[in-house]
């Protein structure tokens, strides 16, 4: 893995409660809190700060179009956060997913290490289809029981993607802190 373990062990104990509210309350209301992005985007904007230090860190240039730039890598992460949500915001006016599921990439981009995309792709993608099939069979059965209030039960076109969204960013830094460089 390319995040430094460091990196993700100061990120962790910060970003792993947010992950679950995000994943709670999306399936409880369908709806992920525009607070809970926020506190995300702080966490990286602060935290980042001791795990990334833009004053002690080589600078990486990379280009934007024909645009070579060498900036801090704590800039380039932040830098993902607006490439994110722009296909974000595209995704979510061509009905694909809703606004607070982009809102939530984009603030969870900057925590994702430029050689791990690959590797985050792969966590999204089991993450997604394990969330989506346990929703389903809890929905169907009488596991539905323990919490018969959730707006994600009765909607049968959507499905509360902060789920498998909180579970990805939460596997990959505690994976980060484990096999991390």
């Given amino acids: 893995m390319a995040i430094p373990a460091q990196a993700a062990l100061w990120f962790l104990p910060f970003v792993l409660p947010i992950c ?9 209301n369908m709806l992920i ?14 935290i980042g700060l001791f795990a990334l230090p833009p004053w002690s860190t080589d600078w990486i240039t990379g280009g934007i179009g024909p645009v070579q730039l060498p900036l801090p890598s704590y800039i380039w992460h932040l830098l993902q956060l607006v490439v994110v949500l722009f296909v974000g915001v595209f995704l979510n ?37 394990a969330a989506f099939a346990t929703h389903r069979l809890a929905r169907n059965t009488g596991l539905r029981n323990i919490a018969p209030d959730w707006e994600s ?8 993607l902060g789920f498998p969204l909180g579970g990805s960013l939460a596997i990959y830094l505690i994976a980060g802190t484990v096999y991390g460089s």
């Fill in 20 to 28: 679950f509210y995000v994943a709670f309350t999306d399936l409880r």
């Fill in 33 to 46: 809190k525009n607070h809970a992005v926020v506190a995300l985007f702080f966490v990286f904007v602060i």
């Fill in 93 to 129: 006016a061509a009905g694909i997913m809703g606004a607070g599921d982009a809102k939530f990439l984009a603030a969870a981009a900057p925590f994702v290490w430029p050689g791990d995309y690959l590797l985050v792709m792969y966590i999204l993608t089991a993450t997604t289809m």
């Fill in 153 to 160: 039960w009765d909607r049968t076109k959507q499905f509360p």
